[in-house]
Antibody, heavy 125, light 110 residues
Framework: VQLVESGGGLIQPGGSLRLSCAAS????????MHWVRQVPGKGLVWVSG????????TYADSVKGRFTISRDNGKDTLYLQMNTLRPEDTAFYYC???????????????????WGQGTQVTVSS | QSVLTQPPSASGTPGQRVTISCSGS????????VNWYQQVPGTAPQLLIY???QRPSGVPDRFSGSKSGTSASLAISGLQSEDEADYYC???????????FGGGTKLTVL
């Protein structure tokens, strides 16, 4: 089971970047997926999540309207399109798989596992 | 400022038992389950506890989790030098409609 992010780099404020997360070793289409970011030396911050079929997406308020999460289940790949980037978006970006189980008509999370190795995004002029 | 509150640091000597607290509200911990992650500096986080107290396969039984009301705790018994890492709690927040994390607790093994 592996997740490998790519697409990070140095970008000027106001610019755009698309991150990719290639999944392998498991059935990608049966898992919710997420992006989490971390400023070096600081804590983890959830960015965005997407349902198994890609129909429902959720975002942190700090990126709503600027970032778009999507997935291609045929290519086993998760994406994060980041527009109108700001210096405060500078961070290490991780993708993560969320497990869940359903019982009695309700589904329960089994946490984010695994995480990719991350990709660095630096927004600076 | 993180939605979930953790102490910034904790410490213990080898063999000791250490607990890390995580305080939230009725919108998150009080209404759903808590997950814990371990992050060794320079590496990606790893799932340590899910569903308040369940250990993924491969996680030693020295690690245990509990929840009461709007707070949760992670306990590490028989502390080992390899446990030195940052620990994060996490839960879904019904008000924010998103996942929230604690600010992290840096565990030092003296």
């Amino acid at each position: 089971v592996q997740l490998v992010e790519s697409g990070g780099g140095l970008i000027q404020p106001g610019g755009s970047l698309r991150l990719s997360c290639a999944a392998s070793g498991f059935t990608f289409s049966t898992h919710l997926m997420h992006w989490v970011r971390q400023v070096p030396g600081k804590g983890l911050v959830w960015v965005s999540g997407i349902t198994k079929d890609g129909r429902v997406t959720t975002y942190a308020d700090s990126v709503k309207g600027r970032f778009t999460i999507s997935r291609d289940n045929g290519k086993d790949t998760l994406y994060l399109q980041m527009n109108t980037l700001r210096p405060e978006d500078t961070a290490f970006y991780y993708c993560a798989r969320e497990g869940d189980y359903c019982s009695g008509g309700r589904c329960y999370s089994t946490g984010f596992d695994p995480w990719g190795q991350g990709t660095q995004v630096t927004v600076s002029s | 400022q993180s939605v979930l509150t953790q102490p910034p640091s904790a410490s213990g000597t080898p063999g000791q038992r250490v607990t890390i607290s995580c305080s939230g509200s009725s919108a998150n911990i009080g209404s759903t389950t808590v997950n814990w992650y371990q992050q060794v500096p320079g590496t990606a986080p790893q799932l340590l506890i899910y569903g308040n107290n369940q250990r993924p396969s491969g996680v030693p039984d020295r690690f245990s989790g509990s929840k009461s009301g709007t707070s949760a705790s992670l306990a590490i018994s028989g502390l080992q030098s390899e446990d030195e890492a940052d620990y994060y709690c996490s839960a879904w927040d019904d008000s924010l409609h998103g996942w929230v994390f604690g600010g992290g607790t840096k565990l030092t093994v003296l």
